[in-house]
């Protein structure tokens, strides 16, 4: 996004499809109808005045951050939980009604809980799963993030939507759609397929995934609108191409999309494309903060719901790594304590390593 020469009007494909062999055409599905937006420009803020800053304490001008300037004024921080890392995610409060009604269901039928699939560390063994905040597991993050979708769809407040994506007014695919099919809420089982096809066409990357459902609550709470049967394909599908181009530096195009979703066009997609931003207020700033929040509630959201994590007994192997990049970081920070020290002889003391007992 902001470039001069835009993918829209290229006929060649983008960069990152362009590196792997075979032709995207391999992923489509016939299941999977969707368009998406264009690239619209982000319009930038307004230059400052030149001033004299006083960066002492009490008063004087300060700097705003860029993050801050794309703060929608109108809306409160502290109640949007794509804004601010201590408001709750909108996902994880909708699916707790499901978890109580289900848990109580069980407890009143005397349901047995069955075998304990989940594994627990003990004093001879320690189990750690290949997802973390920095590293996510994609098929694992897919699901959760899908399953997020869902019950957005399932527990909605009501049905309000707009034109733009409205799959009746703007349809996915050539074939008409039977009236029934938006009548009915999704099984997970279809957003996922859905989304999986999309992230395996284009090789997006779990983290893509996170920060697309940050822009999709984003888009609900400052639109006040709800993704529900009629719209969640083209809500989805704009989020994905848009934290794609955020997130990726190399991202996929608007006009590879039409190679993965063969009935869409790129000028629909275009103009997907900038309500999507316009509804955002040009607000595509995730805080770190607010992704590791993400990260974690999806990581409760998947316990809650037994989508547990692959468990592995941590090996002689892993555990020297996990330990040589301990030791990385621990002398990093002792040298930048070290340099705001003097130079006396007093602070030249040897770094002691914890050693690590490895059975």
């Known amino acids: ?41 982000a319009v930038a803020p307004a230059a400052v005045e030149p001033a004299e800053l006083d960066f002492g304490e009490g008063e004087g001008h300060h700097l705003q951050h860029i993050s801050d300037r794309e703060m929608p004024e109108d809306l409160a921080l502290e109640s949007n939980p794509s804004d601010h890392p201590r408001a709750s995610t909108i996902f994880l409060s909708k699916s707790q009604t499901d978890v109580r009604e289900k848990r109580k269901s069980n407890h009143l039928n005397h349901v047995s809980p069955g075998q304990l699939t989940k594994k627990y560390s003990s004093c001879s063994t320690i189990f750690l799963d290949d997802s973390t905040v920095s590293q996510p597991n994609l098929r694992t993050t897919v699901k959760c993030v899908t399953l997020a979708i869902y019950y957005h769809i399932k527990n909605r407040d ?3 939507s707009l034109d733009i994506f409205d799959e009746r007014s703007h349809p996915l695919t050539r074939e008409k759609v039977p ?38 609550e984003r888009l609900l709470t400052y639109a006040e609108i709800d993704i529900c049967p009629t719209n969640w394909k083209r809500i989805v599908l704009g989020a994905i191409l848009l934290a794609s181009k955020v997130w990726d530096d190399q991202a996929v195009w608007n006009v590879d999309y039409c190679q993965i979703l063969k009935d869409i066009t790129v000028e629909d997609m275009n103009e997907m494309e900038r309500h999507f931003l316009e509804l955002l207020q040009f607000n595509i700033n995730v805080p770190a903060s607010v992704y590791a929040k993400y990260y974690f509630d999806l990581r409760s959201l998947a316990d809650d719901n037994n989508l547990n ?23 990093k920070d002792l040298c930048r304590a070290a340099m705001r020290r003097s130079f ?16």
């Open 344 to 359: 006396s002889a007093d602070n030249f003391i040897g770094i002691q390593r914890s050693k690590a007992i490895l059975s």
């Open 309 to 331: 994590f692959l468990f592995a007994p941590l090996s002689k192997e892993r555990a020297q790594n996990l330990e040589a990049i301990s030791r990385l970081c621990e002398d």
């Open 179 to 216: 009236e029934e099919y938006f009548k009915h809420d999704p099984e997970h089982k279809f957003i996922y397929r859905f989304v999986r096809t999309l992230f395996s066409a284009a090789q997006l990357t779990a983290e893509c995934a996170i920060v697309t459902l940050v822009y999709l």
């Open 158 to 160: 009501a049905n309000r």
């Open 1 to 41: 996004m902001g470039n001069t020469l835009t993918c829209c009007v290229s006929p060649n494909a983008s960069p990152k499809l362009g590196r792997r062999a075979g032709s995207a055409e391999l992923y489509c599905a016939s299941d999977i109808y969707e368009a998406a937006s264009g690239d619209a420009v």
